[in-house]
């Protein structure tokens, strides 16, 4: 069953958010602090994932350009919408943040990683689950860190999530045939770099220090392909 690392991480990521909702009722200033601190981790894991480039000039490119095209369809906008029509469906509690917000942070941090790419890819192409497995797991401690400040709102990433790692893993399958090894490699390692400076700009706006449109960077991934192809081809 191709699909099964998908599944355990979609799984994971559920109960993990239940256990999370348990510890929701903690006073106000320690679920600041411990956002503060959930933020910064972030940060560094994001700016440890761009340090895996080896042609910054093409994290820079697709950065820049997956923002233009970003803005221009404001896909931000469009996927909080997505959050807030879940919000509208679902009883909330009124205190804390909404629906809203604990989707699309969840959602931009577990798809946007190389650990997502990787493991679909391995389990389109040798029905090898374990990269997910382990990312599963540790997506489920995740979740209940940020169910815990975010609320219920992280669970419904899961879906999306299923969506995206599900599509690569039947890609896999059929560009296998015709992707050589090398340019799989590039494109890894300039995605993991892309999408580690989205990650450090979600822990910015965990933080408070910033109110980045993170979602309108996502076109960026998109273009990273792109480029890398071209660059291989010459």
Known sequence: MILFGSLFNVLTIII???????????????????MYGIGMAVVAIGLQMTFETTQIVIVILSIVIGAILGEWID??????????WIERKLPAKKEGPGIAQGFVT????????????????DSGLRNDHNVLIMK????????????????IGVAFAAIPLLI???????????????????LMKLFISEMTAT??????????NLIGLTKIRVANFIPGIAVVAVIV??????
């Open 16 to 34: 993990g958010t239940l256990i999370g909702r348990f510890l929701y009722g903690i006073p106000e200033r320690m679920k600041e602090t411990i």
């Open 164 to 182: 995206y790692q599900g599509s690569i893993t039947f890609l896999a399958t059929i560009l296998s045939r015709f992707v050589p090894d090398e």
């Open 229 to 234: 192809t071209i660059v291989y081809a010459f």
């Open 136 to 151: 599963g797991i540790l997506d489920g401690f995740t979740s209940i860190i940020f169910s815990s400040t975010l609320g």
């Open 106 to 121: 969840a959602t931009l941090f577990f798809c946007v990683g190389s650990m997502a790419i990787i493991g679909a890819i």
């Open 195 to 204: 999408g580690g400076l989205m990650i450090a700009a979600i822990g910015l």
């Open 75 to 84: 896909l931000d906008q469009k996927v909080n919408q997505l959050g807030r």
